[in-house]
C-alpha cells in the first residue's frame, strides 16, 4: 500500500508517465479481461451475418466474412503487443551489446561497428522490411513478424547507446573503478549499465513503438500472417473491400482508434521516462 502511495505522489510530479500507463493498462486489460467475455471464435470467418452494423449483440458490427470485430480486436491486441514487445526486446538487446561494445572498447571495434550501422541506417527500411515479408509470406507468423522487424530494430540503439557510453566512461566515478582494479564486465555491470537504465526504458518503449509501427504497415499491405486476427490485417481487408468509400465506417474505425490509443500511451511513457533518465526535464511540485 505504501508503494502504490509512493507511485501516486510521483505520478502527480510525472503526469506523462502516469497517464501512459493508464492508458495502456486500460488496453492490456481490454485484451486480457475481454476474453473471458467474448468467444474467440467469433473472430474467424462466418460466424455472423456480414457486414451488420454495430448491435448490443456486436458492439464493433462485423466485417466482410462476419467475423465479430470486437472480438477480432481482443484477440489483435495482445497480438500486437507480443510483436512489440518481442521485437523491441531483441533490438535493444543487440543494440546496447554492439553499443556497449563500441562505445566502451573503442579502437577497431568502434570503426567496424559504427561503419555498419551508418552504413545499413541509410538503407530504406521499409522497402528491406517489404522484400523480406513478401518472400516468406508464406511462412509469416507472429513470433516471424517480430523477428522481422527486430532484424532492422537493433542499428539506431546501437548508435544511440555508443553515445552515451562514449560520454560515461570518461566520467570520475568510472576511473576510480579504473584504479579500484574493477574488470571491464564489473564496470559495466556495476557503473556503466545502472546509469543507463532509465534511458534504456526509454529507448525501449520507443523500440517497442517503432516495432508495432512497422508490422501494422506491413499488415496493412497485406505483408502479414493471413491466418492471425491482427490490427494491421483488419485495416488491410476493410481497404480491399472498400469500407471507407461503402460507408461501412465500424470496420476500419475501431482498429485506427486502437492504433491511436496504443501510441498516445506508448509516447507519454517514453516522455515521461525521458524525464526519469533527463534531470533538466524533471518537474518540482
Given amino acids: 500500500m505504501a508503494s502504490l502511495s509512493?507511485?501516486?505522489?510521483?505520478?502527480?510530479?510525472?503526469?506523462?508517465?502516469?497517464?501512459?500507463?493508464?492508458?495502456?493498462?486500460?488496453?492490456?486489460?481490454?485484451?486480457?479481461?475481454?476474453?473471458?467475455?467474448?468467444?474467440?471464435?467469433?473472430?474467424?470467418?462466418?460466424?455472423?451475418?456480414?457486414?451488420?452494423s454495430p448491435t448490443w449483440e456486436h458492439p464493433f458490427g462485423t466485417d466482410g466474412v462476419g467475423r465479430d470485430l470486437f472480438t477480432v480486436m481482443v484477440a489483435a491486441i495482445p497480438l500486437a503487443l507480443e510483436v512489440g514487445l518481442l521485437a523491441g526486446a531483441v533490438?535493444?538487446?543487440?543494440?546496447?551489446?554492439?553499443?556497449?561494445?563500441?562505445?566502451?572498447?573503442?579502437?577497431?571495434?568502434?570503426?567496424?561497428?559504427?561503419?555498419?550501422?551508418?552504413?545499413?541506417?541509410?538503407?530504406?527500411?521499409?522497402?528491406?522490411?517489404?522484400?523480406?515479408?513478401?518472400s516468406i509470406k508464406s511462412v509469416l507468423s507472429v513470433e516471424v513478424m517480430a523477428l522481422v522487424v527486430a532484424s532492422l530494430a537493433w542499428m539506431w540503439p546501437t548508435r544511440t547507446i555508443?553515445?552515451?557510453?562514449?560520454t560515461m566512461r570518461e566520467r570520475a566515478y568510472v576511473k576510480m573503478?579504473?584504479?579500484?582494479?574493477?574488470?571491464?564486465?564489473?564496470?559495466i555491470w556495476q557503473e556503466l549499465l545502472p546509469n543507463l537504465l532509465p534511458y534504456l526504458g526509454a529507448s525501449y518503449v520507443g523500440a517497442v513503438s517503432s516495432a508495432i509501427l512497422a508490422s501494422i504497415g506491413l499488415e496493412a499491405l497485406g505483408l502479414g500472417p493471413?491466418?492471425?486476427?491482427?490490427?494491421?490485417?483488419?485495416?488491410?481487408?476493410?481497404?480491399?473491400?472498400?469500407?471507407?468509400?461503402?460507408?461501412?465506417?465500424?470496420?476500419?474505425?475501431?482498429?485506427?482508434?486502437?492504433v491511436i490509443m496504443l501510441f498516445i500511451g506508448l509516447f507519454m511513457i517514453s516522455a515521461g521516462l525521458d524525464e526519469v533518465a533527463n534531470p533538466r526535464l524533471r518537474r518540482t511540485v
Fill in 162 to 166: 555508443r553515445s552515451q557510453v562514449l
Fill in 177 to 187: 573503478a579504473k584504479l579500484n582494479g574493477l574488470s571491464t564486465m564489473e564496470i
Fill in 91 to 134: 533490438g535493444l538487446g543487440i543494440g546496447t551489446i554492439l553499443g556497449f561494445i563500441a562505445g566502451y572498447k573503442g579502437g577497431m571495434a568502434d570503426n567496424i561497428i559504427r561503419g555498419v550501422v551508418d552504413t545499413l541506417l541509410t538503407v530504406p527500411g521499409l522497402v528491406v522490411l517489404i522484400t523480406i515479408t513478401a
Fill in 226 to 258: 493471413q491466418n492471425e486476427p491482427t490490427i494491421g490485417m483488419t485495416i488491410y481487408w476493410a481497404i480491399a473491400n472498400t469500407s471507407l468509400i461503402r460507408g461501412i465506417w465500424w470496420w476500419w474505425l475501431p482498429p485506427i482508434l486502437f
Fill in 6 to 52: 509512493a507511485f501516486w505522489r510521483y505520478g502527480r510530479r510525472n503526469p506523462k508517465l502516469l497517464g501512459g500507463l493508464l492508458l495502456i493498462l486500460v488496453i492490456v486489460l481490454i485484451g486480457l479481461v475481454g476474453r473471458f467475455f467474448v468467444n474467440l471464435d467469433d473472430a474467424r470467418p462466418i460466424s455472423a451475418m456480414p457486414e451488420m
